[in-house]
């Protein structure tokens, strides 16, 4: 790896790092930011869902917007972005005030993730952009655990205003860094600079619906007006920007990505996987607290394992899998992961987390480090460079859109009330839908030939 990239990548990471962190360490503030503000459950949920909604619905024009414009153009906005908006988030006087720039948040959010990946994408080959992704995959996924932690710190230690302020300190040395980058012309513009305006106002309308009826369901119910219009104006603007995107001449989203193999069947393992993942990850945390009796911050140390087992191994499989192609780790990855879901059926009400639950999250962490990189290299390692900003905004919104719509059906798993055998009902669906990833991409996934590697076939 020269100079150059280990800057590349350590900004992409950096960035990456900053909006990742903070859609995970909000959560822990919001009872003082109820005690604060006032509102109750709804500014709660609104806090949360005005920054997923807006960073959903527009991460696909993010995506497009890098390709267009330059990456690094795009990454300095976001990154600008985010900070004048985290810094509204911590001086907010009102629920009002906070949601709106949790909002705005989310929009910077979405110029963050795309632009950061495609940077690695076009900047790196074959071993070196396996290890690359996987190191970008195990820093992010860190941050899900960092997120509740430094929260619970902050938050008892100083004030949950602190949760958004301390964003600033990252953004600048992010900033800082980027002044160091030299010009590089895969990271810049393209010669297209035409933005496809219809296109980006089908999309982002379509996805906010869709997202706002998904977040909404458990609010409202599946018989309301409100979720059930929501839904349907969702599906008919999403409809409605496939047929426009087909007929235009130069469309924000290329539908000819959907014919590279490797890009659509990722994707549909992206969708089985994410699901299972959330899923199982949202319910771990809350058992061990409502039946476990765990605290908060307990309940968040359960699953460190997996971090500190990504945090070591991903950059190892990403690099294996850009020297023997990504097939067969996206196949038996998920397969181990589900394994280790099965093991925890041994667990019950009288939770003991070293005999019932640490084994298989062991075991769960070796079989996702062997499926995150991979999965990544696979979906967008055969994407032109100059679509990987787009290509990488299809899979994180499709991978948000499959968490969104598991966690909405979860109810329908679980039952009105979190017990024993609603746990182990969700275990095995998780086990389930990880093992359908394994088996699409074992059958469908095709491991590029590159020029003097060995090739796993």
């Not at 990454?75 to 972005?81: F, H, K, S």
């Not at 909404?216 to 409809?239: C, D, F, M, R, T």
Request: with cysteine; aromatic share 8%.
């Amino acid at each position: 790896m020269t100079k150059p990239q280990r800057l590349i990548l350590v900004i992409s990471i950096l960035a990456s790092f900053v909006a990742f962190l903070d859609s995970s360490v909000v959560n822990v503030a919001l009872p003082a930011i109820s005690d604060t503000l006032e509102g109750g459950l709804t500014t709660q949920q609104w806090v949360v869902d005005a920054y997923l909604l807006t960073l959903g619905a527009l991460i696909l024009l993010a995506g497009s917007l890098s390709d267009l414009f330059g990456r690094r153009r795009i990454l300095q906005w976001g990154l600008i972005g985010f900070g004048i908006t985290s810094l509204l988030c911590a001086v907010a006087t009102d629920s009002t005030m906070l949601i709106i720039s949790r909002a705005l948040q989310g929009i910077a959010g979405a110029l963050l993730v795309p632009s950061s990946l495609a940077i690695i994408i076009s900047s790196f080959d074959g071993e070196a952009q396996g290890k690359a992704i996987g190191s970008w995959t195990a820093w992010t996924g860190i941050s899900f655990v960092i997120g509740p932690l430094l929260g619970g710190f902050l938050v008892d230690a100083l004030s949950w205003r602190w949760i958004f302020a301390i964003n600033v300190l990252p953004i600048v040395v992010c900033l800082w860094l980027i002044t160091k980058l030299k010009q590089a012309k895969h990271i810049e513009t393209t010669k297209q600079v035409k933005v496809d305006v219809v296109g980006a106002v089908l999309c982002s309308l379509g996805l906010s619906a869709a997202v706002f009826g998904l977040i909404e369901q458990p609010h409202y119910g599946w018989q309301s007006q409100e979720i059930i219009g929501a839904l349907l104006a969702g599906a008919v603007l999403l409809g409605s920007f496939m047929y426009y995107e087909q007929r235009n001449a130069a469309p924000m989203l290329p539908l000819s990505l959907f014919k590279v193999r490797n890009f659509s069947v990722g994707d549909l393992a992206t969708v089985t996987i994410y699901a299972g993942l959330s899923i199982a990850t949202f319910l771990i945390v809350i058992y061990l607290q409502q039946v476990g009796g765990y605290s908060a911050f307990a309940a968040g140390m359960a699953l460190l394992p997996v971090t500190l087992i990504m945090f070591v191994l991903s950059p190892r499989f990403g690099a294996l899998a850009g020297k023997f192609g990504s097939r067969w780790f996206m196949a038996i990855g998920p397969i181990i992961a589900s394994l280790g879901f099965l093991l925890m059926l041994n667990v019950s009400t009288e939770i003991d987390y070293w005999t019932q639950l640490f084994p298989g999250i062991m075991v769960f962490g070796i079989g996702l480090s062997a499926t995150v990189a991979p999965l990544t290299s696979a979906v967008l390692g055969t994407i032109d460079s100059k679509h990987a900003g787009i290509a990488s905004a299809v899979n994180n919104a499709i991978a948000r859109i499959a968490s969104l719509v598991a966690i909405a059906l979860i109810g329908i798993v679980v039952g009105d009330k979190l017990d024993i055998d609603g746990f182990h009902r969700a275990i095995t669906v998780t086990a389930a839908l990880l093992m359908t990833g394994g088996v699409v991409s074992a059958i469908g996934i095709q491991n590029v030939s590159r020029p003097n590697q060995p090739q796993i076939r």
